[in-house]
């Protein structure tokens, strides 16, 4: 769990022991104002930059770590940041698998400790999940069961929703799924949070209406 | 403002003095389900029930307020139950004027007590904003300046939001302009709220940076 030296400050708010973030943007430029002192910091105090990008934004997003003063090719080099695309992550195998995907956060946090970081700070671009491939309307599944290997860390990892792209009741759910929010620019403890025990119910309990439904019909 | 005899509990919340309250639902199911206690323990207490209706599903809400078990056709010849159709409320003369609905809001407000009703229960349903008129998209901005009008009385006032029909952006705008929130069938306080002086800022802003961002192009 978090400790004294692990504290950090952004968005106008500091994190407390829970540290899985929903972050909802307006656009790319909102997403790099909020989060430069977050990014910035994290370099400044040698934490090691786990981010998961749009492949074709990948340059981009790395034009503005360098424009926030990061000097990337350096910490790619040392591996202090590690910029993934999509396809090498969420979409490997060209479908999503949330067990694996589970399973490789663990592992990114772990190897990150080993190799001596004082924290991981992840960033997660969440646009794959409106791709048309197999498993990514187990999204929301995912982000609750993250709930159940986070709270195992102290590192902060923070899931980016372009608000402009995802439809309403996605947001309300993935809302719900995290027990930190930054909305408006403003980080803050998230009274909707819904535990994963409970939340996996409420998913379990949606299927079968709907499948009763579809037979009725 | 509230005072103890005014007291309300429903979606397993107890509402304070703040009686601006959104509320997000995925289907009018879910809505009715959810405000069932909000809307018979009205009747039952007395108050006047105000519900602001898309016109074509006027007749859908009547039978489900007779099936919660509310005799409205009494209630409509008595005048304890109103059910007004958009376009003779927010959408009259087929716009949206926000200084009029405003102002006419207000009135509503003040003809419970003024008839003597203890309370006015008032329930919007919000999908007139995405109705193709000029003016809709004041829809924020009005909803922000109700706070200046709803703390004057003890009146509770809900706008219900179909989370299928909306995009992302407009919802989280209408959760920072209420002070309450019903999400995932749960009253909550919402810290996310913006008080409106300050909301009513924010828009000012967004509006220049538009502006600028159309003559680049």
């Avoid at chain 1, 080993?114 to 791709?131: C, D, I, K, Q, S």
Wanted: proline share 5%.
């Amino acid at each position: 769990m978090a400790n004294e030296s692990h504290s950090v400050q952004f968005a106008g708010g500091n994190l407390g022991g829970q540290r899985h973030i929903c972050a909802f943007f307006n656009s790319t430029d909102e997403e790099h104002r909020v989060l430069h002192s977050f990014i910035k910091d994290g370099f400044d105090r040698g934490d090691k930059a786990f981010h998961l990008v749009n492949p074709e934004l990948r340059e981009e997003h790395l034009k503005r770590l360098a424009r926030a003063g990061i000097n990337v090719q350096n910490a790619m080099d040392t591996g202090q940041l590690e910029v993934r695309p999509w396809q090498d992550a969420y979409l490997h195998g060209d479908h999503f698998d949330q067990n694996a995907m589970l399973a490789l956060i663990e592992e990114v946090l772990q190897s990150a400790d080993t190799a001596g970081y004082p924290l991981t700070r992840l960033v997660a671009h969440m646009e794959w999940a409106l791709l048309d491939k197999p498993g990514v309307d187990n999204l929301v599944e995912y982000e609750t069961r993250l709930n159940y290997v986070l709270p195992k860390y102290d590192d902060p990892v923070i899931c980016t929703y372009d608000l402009s792209k995802f439809p309403a009741s996605m947001v309300m759910d993935i809302m719900r799924t995290h027990p930190v929010v930054i909305i408006g620019g403003i980080l803050q403890e998230n009274p909707f949070f819904v535990p994963p025990d409970q939340f996996l119910l409420e998913l379990r309990e949606r299927r079968s209406v709907r499948k009763s439904a579809g037979m009725a019909n | 403002m509230a005072n103890e005899s005014h007291s309300v509990q429903f979606a397993g919340g107890n509402l304070g003095g703040q009686r601006h309250i959104c509320a997000f639902f995925n289907s009018t199911d879910e809505e009715h389900r959810v405000l069932h206690s909000f809307i018979k323990d009205g009747f039952d207490r007395g108050d006047k029930a105000f519900h602001l209706v898309n016109p074509e599903l006027r007749e859908e809400h009547l039978k489900r307020l007779a099936e919660a078990g509310i005799n409205v056709q009494d209630a409509m010849d008595t005048g304890q139950l109103e059910v007004r159709p958009w376009q003779d409320a927010p959408l009259r003369g087929g716009r949206f004027d926000q200084e009029a609905w405003l102002e006419s809001f207000e009135q509503v407000l003040q003809s419970g007590p003024a008839a003597g009703y203890a309370q006015t229960r008032f329930l919007a349903h919000m999908e007139w904003a995405l109705v193709n008129l000029p003016g809709v998209e004041d829809l924020i901005e009005f909803e922000t300046r109700v706070n200046y009008v709803v703390p004057k009385y003890d009146d509770i006032v809900i706008c219900a939001y179909d989370l299928s029909k909306f995009g992302a952006s407009v919802v989280m705008d209408a959760m920072r302009t209420h002070p309450v929130v019903i999400v995932g069938g749960l009253l909550q306080e919402n810290p996310f709220f913006i008080p409106p002086d300050q909301f009513l800022l924010e828009i000012k802003e967004r509006r220049p940076a538009r502006r600028s961002a159309g003559t680049a192009n």
